[in-house]
């Protein structure tokens, strides 16, 4: 299936230039730079209203919600009609906006049979702005709206105020690869190999614990090298505790670094 190859990006805070703006613009840049057409959308304009999951269950027949909603109306025709999807999102309290998941859901119930969106190539971002807790969780649930929808997800990217500059140029390779994807659908031959191709995608199979440690790691490479390196050790150490069988351990000793390296990072960022 060929695509028309303009990538939209979608915005899903309701903070129209907050950080999830920054870095979807960031991977719209780099689509930019490989020559692809593009497009910002402020999902916060166009408020999807909630699924009423109807009964009888016609809308995946009309592929129309049986309600008058136009803001999916308009949502839901620019991703059908794109050539790439860039999906950003805050995460509050561990999970995606509501804003991303009204969309999904209600995509859900009227595409998700018909599954028009086979081999879409997207790109998922998640801020986790504030303490950076659910950096990953943020993540799944616009990971789990892609396979279900039979999209060619690329490698996501979890974000946290910590590791935000580098997020800044790694939204932009991204942006550049998707780009590239966007001329040519690639659906899946089958089941089988969708199911294989997310189970390979990085972060996603990640454990709490493991998210935990992810975040720790990312606030002590936000820090000065002098500054950052005891905190390191202390995640070396949590490694041997893990590795001991001891997690409970191993997850204490994360959690001190992380909250020694925010109270270092927190001090740093304000002498700037």
């Known amino acids: 299936m060929v695509a028309n190859g303009n990538v939209i ?10 950080r999830t703006n920054q870095l979807v613009s ?4 780099g689509a930019a730079r490989s020559g692809a057409p593009t497009e910002l959308i402020q999902m ?21 919600c049986t309600y008058e909603d136009e803001a999916f109306e308009f949502l839901s025709q620019k991703v059908l009609n794109c050539g790439a999807l860039i999906l950003g999102t805050p995460v509050y309290w561990w999970d995606t906006s509501g804003l991303v998941k009204y969309l999904i859901l209600k995509m859900f119930r009227v595409y998700a049979s018909s599954a028009p969106l086979q081999g879409l190539s997207a790109f998922g971002i998640a801020i986790a702005g504030g303490t950076g807790n659910g950096l990953v969780s943020g993540l799944r649930p616009v990971y789990h709206f892609f396979q279900m929808m039979q999209m060619r997800a690329i490698e996501p990217l979890p974000v946290t105020r910590f590791n935000f500059d580098i997020a800044l140029e790694r939204a932009e390779e991204r942006g550049e690869e998707i780009a590239k994807m966007a001329l040519q659908r690639a659906p899946f031959k089958g089941l089988e190999e969708r199911l294989l191709w997310y189970d390979a995608l990085p972060y996603l199979g990640l454990s709490r614990a493991e998210e935990r440690r992810l975040l720790a790691d990312y606030t002590v490479q936000g820090l000065r090298s002098n500054d950052g390196a005891p905190l390191a050790l202390g995640l070396a150490r949590a490694d041997e505790l893990a590795a001991a069988g001891k997690s409970l351990d191993a997850l204490v000793e994360i959690t001190q670094v992380y909250d020694a390296g925010a109270k270092a990072y927190d001090a740093k960022d304000s002498k700037k």
């Open 9 to 18: 990006g979608l915005i899903g805070s309701p903070n129209r230039d907050g």
């Open 44 to 64: 916060a304009d166009h408020v999807v209203a909630a699924c009423k999951d109807c009964m009888p269950w016609v809308c995946k027949e009309n592929l129309k």
């Open 26 to 29: 960031a991977a719209l840049k």
